[in-house]
């Protein structure tokens, strides 16, 4: 399992290692990784269809 340590600020758009809060506004932090994407995933259909990629 891969541990990603390195989070992004969703207000002030900094990046930090701190898990709990931004040390420079104290916004709330996220992983700024996107999800792994597989073509042979079971549910690419409806994720197709949430995004609006796929109409049928």
Request: charged share 30%.
């Amino acid at each position: 399992m891969m541990v990603w340590l390195l989070r992004k600020c969703e207000s002030c758009g900094r990046y930090t290692l701190k898990r709990d809060a931004c040390p420079y506004c104290g916004g709330r932090v996220r992983i700024p990784h996107p999800a792994k994407f597989s073509p042979d995933d079971k549910y690419i259909k409806y994720i197709g269809r949430m995004k609006g990629l796929d109409k049928g």
